[in-house]
């Protein structure tokens, strides 16, 4: 007869049966009745979660299915399944459909009775509980020791502790109280990891820091000599503490009512403006001393995102833009004349896809989507919005927002923001010739719905300040 042998372990430990063990005890029992062993699947995974895939048993199941052998044999019962009754139906059709026959090793069985199908039923239920109990057993164990204070330790170290996750690193632990005052006095997240990033600092995972692995450091109550059990504290731990508790209480403060700010709708040219040197969006910031920017905010570790080499002052840029889009507003007469709903929702559309895609690229630079995922999104995005623009382009309707006769300055943002990308769907910004603290026109060009380009000329003893059209005679005096 052939006989096929499942041997399984939950994790490779001196303590437990070694899997050579369990199959060196069912070959010996093959050798004693006389029976050729032809296959042998093996799983060092759990028994017990269903959630679990375990190859080795999904084979062996097949086989005695097909009949490829005429007896299975295991060391023990819980070697199989520890799910009860229901997972053991599965494996007595399997053993029914095939012919097969179960012996176990330990446990006495033998499937070609029916008595021995009744004691195996009886057994699955009893493992089933058996694990069951453990499961308790070892969560209680678990409590037990957060409320005696002692670490749990596994995975990977926390930072600022060594491997034992008790004694501190004295180089990480400063730097953790860095940070702590430097965000307690206000200065943002990316401040702090944008430092660390650069001097070659590294999570313990040996990934770059971003604000949600910094963040959670910060707030959690392991630095401050706290315990905690499934997200609550339950005590003083047996560790030192890296953070006094006054700080703990501010950052407290500092991060869990700090908000982000509603970048979209106090600018007025964001998803518009892209960078002159790598083409990628520049991004809302504001400086400690309050003055609001566009930034290429370069990605930490990568220099094939955005370059970080652009920035220029919000309010001279949006003030000139402004300039220009009363002086386009003077000339043009299409805004004035009805507009169809299709024009209407394809801007929409379009305003949707660029403030998507400005998210999107936030969310990466922080770290809170992965490269992967923010390259399929923003390739998606981009195809939705040339789709969108080719259909705009054969459109003759413009979204009218706003009366065209000095209307513009009773508009608000995201108004403003509408009737710029109708006429500019993109501006370039180019980097500055030398430091300033004025905004220069001379460093955007204006790229114009029907794919002209424009540039700011300024005003001459013969020629008045204007945007002339880069390689054509097009004037837009201001």
Known sequence: MRAGIYTRLSQDRPEETSRERQEADCRALAQLKGWEVAHVWTDLLSGFRRSVRRPGYERALEAVRKGDVDVLIVWKLDRLTRQGVREIA????????????????????????????????????????????????????????????????????????????????????ELIRDAARRVSAGEPLYAVYTDWNKEGRVTTAGRPWNSTSLRRVLLNPRYRGLREYNGEVVGPAEWPAILDPEVGSSLDLVLKTRRRPARARSYMLTGILRCGLCGGPLTPRVRENGRRRYVCVKTPGRSDVRCGKVSAHADGMEAFVSRVMIAALEEIELLSSPVGLEGESLWAQLASVHTRLERAGEAFVEGLMEKKQFREMRERLLLEGEDLERRLKESVVVPQVLDVRGGWPGLDWEQRRTVVRAWFPRIVVNPAAKPSRTFDPGRLVFHGRDGRKWRWSPAGPEDPESLVEIGGPGLLPL
Not at 103 to 129: F, N, P, R, W, Y
Not at 133 to 144: C, D, I, P, Q, V
Not at 166 to 171: A, D, F, R, Y
């Open 90 to 173: 599965r494996l007595l059709d399997a053993l029914e459909t095939g012919g097969v026959t179960l012996v176990s090793v330990q446990d006495s069985i033998d499937t070609s009775t029916a008595m021995g199908e009744g004691v195996l039923a009886l057994l699955a239920s009893v493992a089933k509980q058996e694990s069951e109990n453990t499961s308790l057993r070892t969560r209680s164990a678990g409590k037990a020791r957060a409320a005696a204070g002692k670490p749990k330790r596994s995975g990977f170290r926390p930072f600022g502790y060594a491997e034992d996750f008790v004694t501190i690193v004295p180089e990480e632990a």
